[in-house]
């Protein structure tokens, strides 16, 4: 056998076992989220939250609302977050310096009037050319800045919120009514906490009238549906997993829920960053694990937030090459964490893992596939190689998704007709054959990208949910 021939089989061999060590890793965090979520649902069934809040001592929330060229949805999507259920909250609108009619519409429609605001900003931000009440919604707040971008146009409604929590959404995230109280609970049992995440999920499909979701389905649509089952994957078994061993890297910048003080000590958002909402978890537990080693950054398995997934191959390989140069960005930057006793597990297993599966996997996958198929037209591979390869590249996704379809079933049960099970289960064994390897294109792209240098943001165009029916 020639010397390429030697170096393609142990290549070969290298791919099988990083599939392999990817498979046991999730077969154990199956495991741990499947017990996690089992204690999240019983302590939630019986726990009226409401009537908790009002009696506790409930933390004020400034939910923050980053809008660029919103005009279409703004208003409703406004009146939506409006009926929120939460004792005290503040909604604060940051108009990123639209070019189109966003902010004449949040002023039309909700009677702004511009108000004296003091310059005593404590996180840097683009200027703020003025601030908004509404006199008939005492809780609307509304900003009016410069074009930053979201990280910027995030931070300048920290500078305005005046409570102790802030959540962050997306304008066109559409979150469940008692999200709020949900997603507090964490800060008001342990005080150690500093930041929550929540579980997002699909709304393509799901009917949707003035900004809630009246009825859940699934999108015609095969990308879409895809993305749903990819969505429970992620949620419910990997942030869920890391959760119990305090690893959460990511908060989804769709809905994501902070202590106001701990972001305004790290300086808020890293303006320009690919991976805002990466970047920020990361640089929270390094600042205050330092100070107190018990410092939390929790996640809640609730689905208490919806979005709209792309439907086209052009959006969505946007949206991957742009996580992946994010994901690459935030390990780069805060590569001092890896291998670093001083953070506990997530220095020794989460981010390696990060390290080995989201920046490296992509290229290991892709070349894995090309070798792979080079040595088959060869005939270099046995037939129980060949097999062993299959099952453990191709099955092991199927059964990880059935799983997740499974679970989510147990818990949540959000897909109320047989129907919609029977299309996911469906969709969990045919993503694994096209729609995983062009993911895995996708990401392997966004690794060339970042490296040669091709980093700057493009447009995500969505089509809107405002009337959408399944």
């Given at each position: 056998m020639s010397e390429f021939l030697k170096i393609l089989?142990?290549?070969?061999?290298?791919?099988?076992?990083y599939f392999l060590t990817l498979i046991t890793i999730y077969i154990i965090l199956n495991i741990v989220s499947f017990f996690k979520i089992l204690s999240y649902k019983n302590k939630i069934e019986f726990a009226d939250l409401e009537r908790i809040f009002k009696l506790k001592n409930y933390k004020p929330i400034s939910v923050i609302v980053p809008a660029y060229n919103e005009g279409n949805n703004i208003v409703e999507n406004v009146k939506s977050l409006l009926q929120l259920i939460y004792p005290q909250f503040q909604l604060v609108v940051v108009n990123d310096g639209s070019k189109d009619d966003t902010l004449k519409k949040l002023i039309d429609n909700f009677s702004l009037k511009q108000i004296s605001f003091p310059d005593l900003y404590k996180i840097k931000s683009e200027k703020i050319n003025a601030v908004y009440k509404s006199k008939d919604i005492h809780n609307l707040t509304v900003v009016d800045k410069v074009n930053g971008g979201k990280a910027d146009a995030i931070n300048a409604g920290i500078n305005v919120a005046k409570y102790p929590l802030i959540t962050v959404i997306d304008a066109d995230s559409i979150l469940e009514r008692d999200c709020l109280l949900k997603i507090a609970q964490p800060f008001i049992e342990n005080e150690s906490v500093i930041a929550v995440g929540g579980t997002i999920r699909i709304a393509n499909g799901c009917e949707v009238k003035k900004g809630h979701i009246i009825s859940?389905?699934?999108?015609?649509?095969w990308l879409a549906r895809f993305q749903v089952v990819e969505y429970l994957r992620a949620f419910l078994f990997g942030r869920t997993g890391f959760d119990v061993i305090n690893g959460i890297l990511i908060i989804s910048g769709a809905f994501s829920c902070f202590k106001r003080d701990a972001v305004v000590e790290i300086g808020g958002y890293k303006r320009g960053s690919i991976g805002e909402d990466?970047?920020?978890?990361?640089?929270?537990?390094?600042?205050?694990?330092?100070?107190?080693?018990?410092?939390?950054?929790?996640?809640?398995?609730?689905?208490?937030?919806?979005?709209e997934a792309p439907e086209s191959l052009k959006i969505l390989m946007r949206q991957r090459t742009r996580w992946q140069k994010g994901t690459i960005e935030c390990l780069l930057?805060?590569?001092?964490?890896?291998?670093?006793?001083?953070?506990?597990?997530?220095?020794?297993?989460?981010?390696?893992?990060?390290?080995?599966?989201?920046?490296?996997?992509?290229?290991?996958?892709?070349?894995?596939?090309?070798?792979?198929?080079?040595?088959?037209?060869?005939?270099?591979?046995?037939?129980?190689?060949?097999?062993?390869?299959?099952a453990v590249a191709i099955l092991y996704g199927i059964v990880l998704s059935i799983l997740s379809v499974i679970l989510e079933e147990l818990s949540f049960k959000k897909y109320p007709k047989i129907s919609h099970l029977l299309t996911l289960f469906l969709t969990a064994v045919v993503e694994n054959f096209g729609y995983r390897q062009l993911t895995t294109w996708w990401r392997f792209k966004g690794t060339i990208e970042f490296y040669i240098g091709k980093r700057q943001w493009e447009s995500m165009e969505k089509k809107g949910l405002s009337s959408q029916k399944s």
């Open positions: 089989m142990i290549f070969n061999y290298l791919v099988l076992f859940v389905g699934l999108s015609s649509n990466m970047e920020i978890v990361m640089r929270l537990h390094k600042h205050f694990r330092k100070i107190n080693p018990d410092t939390k950054i929790t996640f809640i398995p609730d689905p208490i937030c919806w979005t930057i805060h590569k001092d964490i890896l291998f670093n006793h001083d953070y506990g597990l997530m220095g020794l297993i989460v981010v390696p893992y990060y390290l080995i599966y989201e920046f490296l996997g992509p290229v290991i996958e892709f070349l894995g596939y090309i070798f792979f198929i080079v040595s088959l037209l060869l005939g270099i591979l046995s037939t129980e190689f060949t097999i062993a390869f299959l």
